[in-house]
Each structure stands twice: as structure tokens, then as C-alpha cells.
Nanobody, 123 residues
Framework: QVQLVESGGGLVQAGGSLRLSCAAS????????TGWFRQPPGKEREFVAA????????YSADSVLGRFTISRDNAKNMEYLQMNSLKPEDTAVYYC????????????????WGQGTQVTVSS
């Protein structure tokens, strides 16, 4: 198993930036495809981005393409989400997730989840 803990959330003005981190412990981090999801207030959880085991390929939702960048450092057992040009509609609880399977955009494809970190973007 792998345990995931997010950090880096907070309150930021529109147009600002935040960097989320996800620390992994347990089984070898490089065995997992990892991703980020978010749940806006009153809405379903949605895919944000995912990255392959080596970090060589990344995938993003259209809503964040060009603004958010997912990355990972397997030597440090860390995953990151750099969020730039933030908008009020980016307000959500952000979750990191991991799977031993392939890259998926649906949350059902991920077996391990962090507890979430709140991101609030004010207008």
C-alpha cells in the first residue's frame, strides 16, 4: 500500500499561484501512476491531471490545460501540482491519488487517496 498526504493549499487571489505537494510513504512510489482530482463545493469530484510512473508523460483536464502542471520526484516520493493563473472556479478540495494500474481520468481507476487540501481562489 501507499499512504498519501497533501499540503500547500490555501487562500489566493485570482491570477495568483499555488503549488500543491503530495508526500507518499509505504510501497515504492515509482510503482504507481499518480494524479490529482478536485471537488468543487456542491459538485462531484473531477479529474485534474495525471502522470506516468517515470514522469515522462502527463495528462491534464481541458479546464486546467496551460495553467496547471503536474510533476513528480520519485527519489523524494513526491508529487506536485503547480497551479498558475488561478480562477475562482478552481476553488475546490484537491486530492492526490495513486494506482498500480494505467493512467485513468476517472476516479474509480485509483485505489489510494490523500485526505485533501482546500484551495480557495477569491475574485
Amino acid at each position: 500500500q501507499v499512504q498519501l498526504v497533501e499540503s500547500g493549499g490555501g487562500l489566493v487571489q485570482a491570477g495568483g499561484s499555488l503549488r500543491l505537494s503530495c508526500a507518499a510513504s509505504g510501497r515504492t512510489f515509482s510503482s504507481y501512476v499518480t494524479g490529482w482530482f478536485r471537488q468543487p463545493p456542491g459538485k462531484e469530484r473531477e479529474f485534474v491531471a495525471a502522470i506516468t510512473r517515470s514522469g515522462g508523460s502527463a495528462y491534464s483536464a481541458d479546464s486546467v490545460l496551460g495553467r496547471f502542471t503536474i510533476s513528480r520526484d520519485n527519489a523524494k516520493n513526491m508529487e506536485y501540482l503547480q497551479m498558475n493563473s488561478l480562477k475562482p472556479e478552481d476553488t475546490a478540495v484537491y486530492y492526490c491519488a495513486a494506482t498500480l494500474g494505467g493512467v485513468r481520468r476517472d476516479e474509480s481507476g485509483y485505489d489510494y487517496w490523500g485526505q485533501g487540501t482546500q484551495v480557495t481562489v477569491s475574485s
